[in-house]
């Protein structure tokens, strides 16, 4: 099952130095507004509930979703036609805790020509 990001509230995240959106949940890529990137966030293999890997898609371990307004740097997989991005826990992630919607994260993060309504279905 994948949720709407139009309808769904987020919760704030700073990634890899960036504010981005986060929810546990899949996200639906046709419902994610021109301007912003969707990756996927791998969880440890312990499952302590730590953050360890960005990618294009996750299958294993699949902690949430990550929304963005810059792009992330992520190196090919040799093995399947997707790319990751290894991250520490303690320095590359922090919660904040603050909800908010696409429209909200994109009024404050996104250029103004870069904005764009969300697409309706």
């Excluded at 995240?13 to 990137?37: I, N, Q, W």
């Excluded at 320095?91 to 764009?116: A, F, H, I, Q, S």
């Amino acid at each position: 099952m994948t949720v709407d990001a139009r309808k769904e509230r987020f919760e704030l995240v700073e990634a890899l130095g960036h504010p981005m959106l986060f929810t546990c949940l899949r996200v639906d890529r046709s419902t994610v507004p021109k301007g912003l990137y969707l990756y996927e966030v791998r969880n440890d293999d312990d499952q302590c509930g730590l953050p360890v890997e960005i990618g294009r898609w996750v299958m294993v371990n699949h902690w949430g979703t990550l929304l963005s307004a810059v792009p992330i740097a992520l190196g090919p997989s040799p093995h399947i036609n997707n790319a990751y991005r290894s991250i520490d826990p303690e320095k590359d992630w922090n919660y904040t805790g603050e909800p908010w919607t696409v429209r909200e994260y994109m009024d404050n993060y996104l250029p103004k020509k870069e904005r764009e309504k969300p697409r309706e279905r």
